[in-house]
């Protein structure tokens, strides 16, 4: 573990942030239609319980990361495997969001550069990071936390002021019906990006104000949640269902539509800026965590060591994961959800927190005697 | 294991390399000679034979006569001090003319005939020579082991004059000088308090150069004096000769084109930043002055800001964040909009760049490269050459650059204004260390906005930004208040508070126990009859009515 405290504050900003990453871009929860954005929030009620699992494993364990726990919880050997499996698992996160983000900007704005190079410059920013430690990351993310809802809001404030918004296709909202609704929110749409939070559990124990976390968690997975919620609904109310699920990246659909003034149009690179804010803290923490991680799981002194490795680690699986991008898109709603986020996201997890129950209260039994 | 013990016989070997340069250090002092002309000898031997070193023989008692002598280095010492109050006081005083002895000689002129502020008594060779060199004078009395020192420093220095450097309209007008004497004593006519604590020490093995440290006790940070002190202790050079060889071998972060120690030529800025609970040092031999720890946000900042009214200040502290920016992305926001991202540009403009743009053979990043290489080079030829020749120089430039290059169809009237909107702008940064770091940073911009447009670009500015986060000053984080957030810290960043709002002193910086810096309710209160009133109290004076 790396000799490092971080505020409340960043550690909110850094959720906020990992949270809006690439899930800005994507169409989320694009199949409920109008009512999108409901499922969303109603995903984000599932990322709370989420959150309250992981939030148990933490108070059982208030100063270990994920990797160190897992031993303690199942034991040395098994332990080593599960946490082996985490942190292979953060390391294909990071690619897949690197993928993600290699394959957005060539589509939109550099048809020539290879994905290779795209990503290899990318990565090597993000090691560079990495290498510096969490705390820098942090401040880092408080910087860009500021830089990202001042775009954020001056999207808004164009979009208002060009008129574009029309409530109607909003209308009607429960063309599918509440169950349907709940049940998309609490499958596809809580792992991505709402069950991510899970790498959260490398990086609590560096928090300064432990007693705080639940409220931080709580209100930093809300307040990212709305801010989805509430650009899915812009979306549709500008662009309408059909367009809105049909693009592939409907945000920048909606930003290329801004026309002010006539001097305010064809804001692309404000697309851009958004897009590799979000994608640089959230292929960051995931490096960051996956780098740890391995060195904790292999007693590597220097953990800043590894970063160039893991980053070429995940710059290759970035490259092959998959050979194009509707291949990437459709292994990410369909295989990767199901048979991995839901494992290691919920199953897992729950399993540690009932086995690490059990233990602290045959613990706790024994102390009392 | 086996290494381990490597490194234990190499610090052991190190520790007698020590012993064997530092002799004077550990071996038992240098003791003077009772005899004058031994010591004469000596003293002729240390500094071989140079001319500079006065040796004045005097003769005084009688019967028997005693031999003195005066030793003083030409130049360094202030005149009329050693000749009105040295000679002629030892030459003319009544009791040196009557029968004495040596014993008793020395006491007679320390305690009744030396007119002089300062008089000690020194035995040892090593301290001698140490006040000998900065300009005292040396009083030897035959058959005697001790010496006397007078203090007579002075000789010619260069006098109080304006600062060349962070220059202002409103504020004084004094510039520190090269003198650290001077120095101090116009901080302590500024800050009348006798918590202003100064200390000092020597630091170099041979140029032995005076450096002080200056801090208010009880509103500097605890630590940071004892950090600072630490480092300097730490240092062993041979000379110091300028207060950037401290600032490099104190500073946090080694590899950084950013500076991590503020240094001024003003001594109100001093004071002010003295005031915040900084440190500062004092260099002999140089008027600029360091101060630490310095905050990103503080190169932006001129003690101007704090003499004209908040919104006035504000405004212009805004406008220097966007001229940095536009220095260090200015170039590159070209290159990349014209050369990846034309649907930026607004149609007709798009036109009239293009128009330009065809005659010229160079891709834009050739050409901004090729543009900024040329203003480095004619700016630091400016700086250089000597002064006759400047007017030559900057005809040549103008007509090179702005004319005949655009003629030739060499480069573009485009990029030529970007050239020097970018180059005015980095002069308009306040502080001339930060304005050099965007010098470097933007070759950096321009190359990666060539390459990937602004791809590249938003990457060089995430680098930026890490970089910045993770340097510090003295153990303060370089961006702080904005990250780590201090909200209280915020109102003197990009905007400035009303001077009647800055209730506090900057936590990350000052003493917590000692933040209060003025009172309660310190907005002014014109009378009341001013402005829409319904009631007709008076309060206050000056009612119209």
Redesign the interface.
């Known amino acids: 573990m790396e000799k490092a405290k971080i505020s409340g504050y960043q550690l909110f900003v850094l959720i906020f942030l990992f949270e809006m990453g690439s899930a800005l871009l994507v169409p989320l929860a694009g199949e409920a239609k109008q009512a999108a954005w409901l499922v969303i929030l109603i995903a984000m009620i599932g990322g709370f319980l989420l959150f309250f699992i992981y939030y148990g494993l933490f108070q059982y364990y208030p100063d270990q990361l994920l990797t160190e726990f897992v031993k303690q919880i199942l034991g040395n050997f098994l332990g080593r495997i599960v946490a082996f499996l985490y942190i292979l698992y953060f390391i294909y996160l990071a690619a897949r969001v690197l993928r993600d983000f290699g394959d957005t900007l060539l589509t939109f704005a550099y048809p020539h550069v290879p994905l290779f190079f795209a990503n290899a410059v990318f990565i090597l920013v993000v090691v560079y990071t990495v290498r510096k430690g969490i705390e820098v990351l942090a401040r880092t993310g408080e910087l860009f936390f500021v830089l990202e809802n001042l775009l954020l809001m001056t999207f808004m404030l164009l979009i208002v002021a060009s008129g574009m918004i029309h409530l109607n296709n909003l209308k009607p909202i429960f063309e599918i019906s509440g169950t349907e609704l709940m049940k998309m929110g609490f499958t596809k749409s809580v792992f991505f990006p709402f069950g991510e939070v899970i790498v959260f559990l490398m990086i609590f124990p560096y928090l300064n104000e432990p007693q705080r976390l639940k409220k931080i968690g709580i209100g930093s997975l809300a307040t990212s949640g709305i801010f989805l919620a509430i650009i899915m609904a812009v979306n549709i109310a500008v662009l309408g269902v059909d367009l809105t699920t049909r693009s592939q990246y409907p945000l920048l659909t909606l930003i290329q539509s801004i026309e002010v003034a006539g001097i305010l149009e064809r804001l692309d690179v404000y697309f851009l800026f958004l897009l590799m804010i979000g994608g640089f803290i959230k292929i960051s923490v995931f490096t960051y965590v996956a780098v740890t991680g391995t060195a904790n799981v292999f007693n590597v002194k220097q953990p800043s060591r590894l970063a160039y490795p893991v980053g070429i680690v995940i710059l290759l699986i970035s490259i092959i994961m998959a050979s194009s991008y509707t291949e990437h898109i459709h292994e990410g709603l369909g295989a990767v959800p199901r048979y991995i986020h839901l494992p290691f996201q919920v199953i897992i997890p729950l399993l540690l927190l009932i086995i690490a129950f059990f233990k602290n209260r045959k613990k706790g039994r024994q102390a009392s005697k | 294991m086996a290494s381990f013990f490597k490194q234990k016989r190499q610090v052991k070997q190190r520790e007698k390399k020590k012993e064997d340069t530092g002799q004077s250090k550990s071996k038992t002092p240098d003791y003077i000679d009772s005899s004058i002309s031994a010591n004469l000898e000596k003293v002729k031997k240390k500094t071989g034979n140079s001319p500079d070193i006065i040796i004045r023989t005097l003769k005084i008692g009688q019967n028997p006569e005693i031999k003195t002598t005066i030793l003083y280095v030409q130049g360094l010492i202030d005149n009329p001090s050693v000749t009105d109050f040295l000679i002629e006081s030892i030459m003319k005083n009544p009791h040196l003319s009557e029968k004495i002895l040596p014993q008793e000689a020395l006491d007679v002129i320390s305690e009744e005939v030396v007119s002089l502020g300062g008089v000690e008594t020194v035995k040892d060779w090593e301290k001698l020579f140490l006040s000998l060199l900065s300009g005292d004078s040396i009083i030897f009395v035959d058959g005697i082991n001790i010496a006397l020192v007078a203090s007579t420093k002075g000789g010619e220095r260069r006098s109080i004059q304006e600062p060349s450097t962070h220059l202002t309209v409103r504020g004084s007008r004094e510039g520190f000088t090269e003198s650290n004497a001077t120095n101090i004593a116009m901080l302590r006519r500024i800050i009348n308090s006798p918590n202003l604590w100064i200390e000092s020490m020597k630091i170099g093995t041979v140029t032995k150069t005076d450096v002080s440290i200056m801090y208010i006790n009880g509103i500097v940070k605890e630590g940071i004096v004892e950090e600072v002190k630490k480092r300097l202790n730490r240092i062993n050079i041979d000379s110091i000769l300028e207060s950037g060889y401290i600032e490099q071998l104190i500073e946090d972060q080694v590899m950084t084109p950013f500076p991590t120690l503020n240094h001024t030529e003003r001594p109100d800025m001093v004071a002010g930043n003295l005031l915040e609970g900084r440190v500062a040092i004092f260099v002999n031999g140089t008027p600029f002055v360091l101060v630490a720890p310095a905050i990103f946000v503080q190169f932006f900042q001129s003690v101007e800001d704090y003499y004209n009214r908040f919104d006035i200040a504000s405004a212009t502290r805004f406008l220097r964040i966007i001229v940095f920016i536009i220095s260090i992305v200015g170039p590159a926001l070209y290159v990349a909009a014209t050369t ?2 034309q ?2 540009i ?1 149609t007709k403009l798009l036109v009239i760049v293009a128009a330009q743009r065809e005659t010229v053979p160079l891709p834009a990043v050739v050409e901004a490269l090729l543009m900024e290489m040329t203003f480095e080079i004619l700016r630091e030829a400016s700086l250089r050459m000597p002064k006759a020749v400047g007017s030559t120089m900057s005809i040549v430039g103008a007509l090179v650059i702005g004319q005949a290059a655009v003629q030739a169809g060499i480069v573009s009237p485009a990029m030529v204004i970007i050239v020097s909107i970018t180059a005015i702008a980095s002069f308009a940064t306040p502080s001339y260390s930060i304005a050099i770091s965007a010098r470097i940073v933007r070759f950096g911009f321009i190359i990666c906005a060539g390459t ?5 670009m ?2 060089a500015f ?2 930026l ?2 970089h910045l ?2 340097l510090r000053s003295l153990g303060v ?1 370089y ?1 702080t208040p ?4 201090n909200p209280e810290g915020l109102g003197d960043t990009f905007f400035r508070r009303p001077m009647w709002a800055f209730k506090e002193r900057p936590k990350f910086l000052a003493n917590e126990n000692n933040l209060i810096r003025e009172g309660d309710n310190q907005r002014p209160l014109p009378p009341e009859s001013r402005g829409m009133k319904t009631s007709d109290e008076k309060k206050g004076e000056g009612n119209e009515s």
């Not at chain 2, 990937?452 to 590249?456: E, I, K, Q, S």
């Not at chain 2, 904005?482 to 957030?485: E, F, G, N, S, V």
């Open positions: 990846f991202h649907e930026m607004p990937l447009g602004f791809y590249g938003i990457l995430i680098v930004i890490v986060c993770s984080p961006m904005l990250a780590p957030l």
